[in-house]
């Protein structure tokens, strides 16, 4: 079946500090892989998505590469911001299942000054 | 920028209790959703919705479970007799189509606390 597992956390990283929010997937068929993210107090938000092997996802700094050959979609960052303090959902759609989504845990991140 | 919204924040129940949660979609999105995510675990996706009828509905969606769209802009999901296992946050998203590529919008979720 689909799942998806992320990197425990909580994560706690000092600003300007990488990065690394490591995402794996199995799938049934060819997914499309989403990042979102959710700040405190409010809904999911897209970050960013790749609907193919080799797509690069990018939006505001962040960035995460689907790879088919070790079925991965790691979230990266170079300099985090105290404002990129928040929860991170990967998560991946299936052409075989419809158009439910299947999410991780969520890691959370904690950007301290 | 268009939001999903959804009422209330936070509720509390007695096991047993009928609970309705309420979402606003996205205005032109045709295709609605609920997930619920309890403490610790996985966001789980419930059941989608379109054209007034359920299109998926998973597992846990079981007859305690009903969603239901009342009028042109609410969208809700009503548990008949609460369990104290249905202690989670629900969110409810919305898309404007229906190809496993599209995005899924999401509310803010209601956390659901059963006693």
């Known amino acids: 079946g689909n799942s998806v597992t992320q990197m425990e956390g909580p994560v706690t990283l000092s600003e300007e500090a990488f990065l690394t929010i490591n995402c794996t997937y199995t799938?049934?068929?060819?997914?499309?892989l989403f990042w979102y993210v959710q700040y405190p107090g409010e809904g999911l938000q897209l970050l960013l998505k790749?609907?193919?092997?080799?797509d690069k996802g990018s939006n505001k700094g962040f960035e995460a590469t689907y790879r088919k050959e070790t079925t991965s979609f790691h979230l990266e960052k170079g300099s985090v911001q105290v404002s990129d303090s928040a929860v991170y959902f990967c998560a991946l759609s299936d052409f075989n299942t419809g158009n439910q989504f299947y999410f991780g845990t969520g890691t959370s991140l904690t950007v301290i000054p | 920028e268009p939001e999903v919204t959804q009422t209330p924040s936070h509720q509390v129940t007695q096991m047993g209790q009928e609970v309705i949660l309420r979402c606003v979609p996205i205005?032109?999105?045709?295709?609605f959703y609920w997930y619920r995510q309890i403490l610790g675990q996985k966001v789980e996706f419930l059941v989608s919705f379109y054209n007034n009828e359920i299109s998926e509905k998973s597992e846990i969606f079981d007859d305690q479970f009903s969603v239901e769209r009342p009028d042109g802009s609410n969208f809700t999901l009503k548990i008949r007799s609460t369990k104290l296992e249905d202690s989670a946050m629900y969110f409810c998203?919305?898309?404007?189509?229906?190809?496993?590529?599209?995005?899924?919008?999401f509310g803010p979720g209601t956390r659901l606390l059963v006693l």
């Open positions: 790749a609907t193919k092997a080799d």
């Open positions: 998203a919305s898309s404007s189509g229906l190809r496993y590529q599209e995005t899924q919008y």
């Open positions: 799938a049934t068929g060819y997914p499309s």
């Open positions: 205005s032109n999105h045709l295709y």
